[in-house]
């Protein structure tokens, strides 16, 4: 997006394709272009208004660096896509603000558990700006995804740094390097359903081990929410939520174990005893939902990496509970009325009827 658009939604900027000028008002923003500015717009809110308590509270300098670094990034793509919202005329959604976080609250997580999270939940958007960044057609939406693209990798650069610097990176495990390369000539390479003598290949082992870290942070994020929450019904939603995980963390390590491998660290100990909330109930369970569409990810995408019968299995089923999960999840968002609609399609029925 250029500069004069920032100052000045209203002007639309002349782009050359070959030798073929064009006008962007000139040129409706489809479908996947709104939806990827939606759900980045409230994503960013979300992690704006949990970064201000964090950085608020985070005393290490090196550590205070990243999540000041985050922040900024976030309310400055917070005005970016604002811009755009305007420039298209269209409704901006009602998401996440002041009005969802007091600073002046206790220390809730530790500080390296906030730059942990922060470079997690990092890693999940910028996934996210890729996908928007390949199915955007728009210039100014192209070069809005590109910029947050480049602006992502630097956050989770800064972020690795600081943990590899401190010696708290989560690294995945090391494995023997092979003396050559070998075929596969034996269909029992995929064991059965029940199990399997087969090593974890290094894919499987990557992904698990990245699950299992996510869901290590996961836990410990929705341990501190569950301690702070006003309301009793989204407590026990919480508190459910972390039985699920423990059992799925408990397959999972289970596995990595039983060949020789360890998984990450236990974080809750990152966890203060406070009890007093930073946050919103709305944004705790707004976020409390939504990051469980991020484990499912890292699940799907070791659904097309794994070959092993047991621990597709066990995927397949770990998604289908947290599927439910977050039906649950929603089904309170409703219940409360916090739930923001997407946009939709017309409904011709009650149109003509």
Not at 89 to 109: R, Y
Not at 145 to 156: L, Q, V
Not at 207 to 224: E, Q, W
Request: charged share 20%; proline share 4%; hydrophobic share 40%.
């Amino acid at each position: 997006m250029s500069d004069l658009q920032q100052v000045n939604p209203n002007v639309s900027e002349q782009m050359p394709i070959g030798a073929i000028q064009h006008n962007l008002s000139n040129i409706k923003q489809t479908v996947a272009e709104i939806s990827h500015l939606w759900s980045t717009y409230i994503a960013e809110s979300m992690a704006c208004a949990i970064q201000k308590h964090m950085v608020a509270h985070t005393t290490d300098p090196d550590f205070h660096q990243v999540m000041q670094a985050a922040l900024d990034l976030s309310t400055k793509n917070i005005q970016l896509i604002k811009n755009l919202f305007n420039l298209i005329q269209h409704p901006i959604p009602d998401a996440f603000g002041e009005k969802d976080v007091n600073s002046n609250t206790p220390k809730l997580f530790d500080d390296k558990f906030v730059v942990r999270y922060t470079r997690l939940m990092t890693k999940f958007i910028l996934q996210n700006h890729v996908l928007a960044f390949s199915e955007c057609t728009r210039s100014d939406f192209r070069q809005l995804f590109y910029g947050f693209i480049d602006d992502s990798r630097d956050i989770i650069q800064k972020a690795d740094d600081v943990l590899l610097a401190k010696g708290v990176f989560p690294a995945s495990p090391n494995i023997v390097t092979p003396e050559r390369v070998e075929n596969i000539h034996d269909k029992n390479y995929y064991g059965s359903f029940l199990g399997s003598e087969r090593p974890l290949n290094a894919l499987e082992i990557a992904n698990i081990f990245a699950v299992l870290d996510f869901k290590m942070a996961i836990r410990a994020l929705m341990l501190g929410f569950a301690q702070v929450v006003k309301s009793d019904e989204i407590r026990k939603h919480l508190n459910k939520g972390l039985q699920i995980g423990d059992k799925q963390m408990k397959t999972l390590r289970s596995i990595l174990e039983n060949n020789g491998l360890p998984g990450p660290e236990l974080v809750d100990y990152q966890v203060t005893d406070s009890k007093e909330s930073p946050f919103s109930d709305r944004l705790i369970l707004y976020h409390t939902t939504a990051v469980n569409s991020y484990i499912q990810t890292g699940y799907a995408i070791g659904l097309s990496r794994i070959m092993r019968k047991d621990i597709i299995a066990a995927y397949s089923k770990f998604m289908a509970e947290i599927l439910a999960y977050s039906k649950d999840g929603a089904d309170l968002l409703i219940e409360y009325g916090w739930l923001i609609k997407t946009p939709e399609t017309a409904d011709r029925h009650e149109l003509t009827h």
